[in-house]
């Protein structure tokens, strides 16, 4: 059983973020952390000129109230949103705060990907710790 679980959130139909939940919570300890981590992909520079501060602002706080939202489901869990590459971040983050267990969604792939999403792939390639990936 794991007590410092990372759950990466994805907001999108391919990824089935309450079957994360079940399984985090069915690997977890009595007194286990939960982090829900949601990392938004980087915007590249020429675009983000484009768009309004008020709109990245309103997007980010949409994501983290979200987020909020599905944490009340779990015990003990603490929310994070960060901006970057999913994949390294999530190894990263993972690493530095000690955690024993990650639990993540991943799309079913087309051949580009082969058997797992990008993101799954990386974490799981990478990871000093346990992974699940839910399909």
């Known amino acids: ?17 309450q079957a994360s939940f079940l399984a985090a919570r069915a690997l977890a300890n009595d007194d286990a952390r939960f982090t829900l981590l949601h990392v938004m992909e980087a915007i590249p520079a020429y675009v983000a000129t484009q768009i309004p501060a008020e709109v990245m602002a309103r997007s980010r706080d949409e994501i983290n109230a979200k987020l909020k939202q599905l944490a009340a489901g ?18 990263d983050y993972a690493a530095e705060a000690g955690t024993d267990c990650i639990v993540m969604a991943s799309h079913k792939p087309g051949i580009e990907n082969l058997f797992l999403g990008s993101t799954a792939d990386r974490v ?9 990936v839910i399909r």
């Open 1 to 17: 059983m794991y007590s410092n679980i990372l759950v990466p959130v994805v907001f999108d139909e391919g990824h089935d973020t």
């Open 74 to 91: 779990l015990p003990n869990a603490t929310v994070l949103l960060e901006s970057g590459h999913a994949g390294r971040f999530i190894v």
């Open 124 to 132: 799981v390639r990478h990871a000093k710790c346990s992974v699940h």
